[in-house]
């Protein structure tokens, strides 16, 4: 149990300080120093940096998956509301970290992409999983008569990862939530229709 | 006419070099190695690698907005048509690029927006511009009856370079111009509507 908090503690400290500075300028000898934990520690858990920063990708991607099958897999609601309480869930999120950072995933997609093939098809991959789950709730809406049956789910779900993503990256430039009502309030008046 | 070649090539070394690798990985040393300009030359020209990244936001920004510009200001296309015919040439552009580094400005807000004050505002205020470009042309289109006039005009370009920034992002990612398309497919067939 000792091992696992250990290993979380590092998780959690790397996702901290590369959502706040970038993957580049993370070194590993930051975290050991938030974190106070050893470096004989840090290399018993990971192979290198770059494991380390899968990891961190990996974990995330969990945390944020969980998030989304909470709000998407809620069928006291209509799909579309579903998707309507997420996105102002993750908005407050935004918020309450004072507009700041914005998607983990994003980031070092914008950072890592042309650089570490590695990275990139890992965030790839973890896109692609978001973007079914966005798929599976349109097609659901689809069944249910909330959104036109002649438009692509999956389309669509490609649309709302980008919109949400650029949103998310204009809210943090302009430290503001108002990029993201803005995308909220015309996907879902305007796109997302019967 | 010698000297302004000579700054010309250190800007254009510097929005290559950081749209590859991101602005802290970028050294002066790096810029200098690239152009063959001495060192006394570049603080000649830039006050600091601060002055000398401002100044290759703004040179990238006027040459995006002259494109910009080009588009939406032709008079012989309808107001939908020329954003279209943008919209596309800028694909065209990522396309030539191999899918690689996406948007030089969208790139510099992810990293720098909430570590540096002074590039944080730059980057508003240049996506500010786009913006104003883009709610003259939907209000034009709005006049021209392509375009709902219940919308509002500046949401609209709001949403519209969200979208394409998270577009383009998406595009590095998955090294296809896919997203970039469907953005188009449904902000055009779509949002955009009589």
Redesign the interface.
């Given at each position: 149990v000792a091992n696992e908090g250990t290993k979380e503690a590092l998780l959690d400290a790397g996702a901290r300080l590369i959502a706040?500075?970038?993957y580049?300028?993370t070194g590993i000898q930051q975290v050991l120093e938030t974190t106070g934990v050893p470096k004989g520690s840090f290399y018993h858990y990971f192979a290198s940096k770059d494991d380390f920063g899968l990891q961190v990708i990996d974990r995330h991607a969990r945390e944020y998956d969980r998030l989304l099958e909470r709000h998407l897999g809620d069928r006291t609601r209509s799909p579309l509301q579903r998707l309507s309480a997420f996105l102002g869930e993750a908005r407050q999120k935004f918020e309450g970290c004072g507009c700041?950072?914005?998607c983990l995933i994003?980031?070092l997609?914008?950072?890592l992409?042309?650089?570490n093939e590695l990275f990139?098809v890992r965030?790839?991959e973890v896109?692609s999983t978001w973007l079914e789950q966005y798929a599976a709730c349109f097609r659901e809406a689809q069944e249910a008569g909330e959104l036109r049956r002649d438009?692509d789910p999956r389309?669509?779900a490609?649309?709302t990862?980008?919109?949400?993503?650029?949103?998310l990256?204009?809210a943090?430039?302009?430290?503001s939530s108002?990029?993201l009502r803005?995308?909220e309030?015309?996907l879902l008046g305007?796109?997302l229709k019967p």
């Amino acid at each position: 149990v000792a091992n696992e908090g250990t290993k979380e503690a590092l998780l959690d400290a790397g996702a901290r300080l590369i959502a706040a500075q970038g993957y580049h300028s993370t070194g590993i000898q930051q975290v050991l120093e938030t974190t106070g934990v050893p470096k004989g520690s840090f290399y018993h858990y990971f192979a290198s940096k770059d494991d380390f920063g899968l990891q961190v990708i990996d974990r995330h991607a969990r945390e944020y998956d969980r998030l989304l099958e909470r709000h998407l897999g809620d069928r006291t609601r209509s799909p579309l509301q579903r998707l309507s309480a997420f996105l102002g869930e993750a908005r407050q999120k935004f918020e309450g970290c004072g507009c700041r950072e914005g998607c983990l995933i994003g980031n070092l997609g914008q950072e890592l992409a042309d650089q570490n093939e590695l990275f990139r098809v890992r965030i790839e991959e973890v896109l692609s999983t978001w973007l079914e789950q966005y798929a599976a709730c349109f097609r659901e809406a689809q069944e249910a008569g909330e959104l036109r049956r002649d438009l692509d789910p999956r389309e669509l779900a490609e649309f709302t990862v980008s919109g949400m993503e650029g949103a998310l990256l204009r809210a943090k430039i302009t430290k503001s939530s108002k990029p993201l009502r803005t995308f909220e309030k015309i996907l879902l008046g305007e796109v997302l229709k019967p």
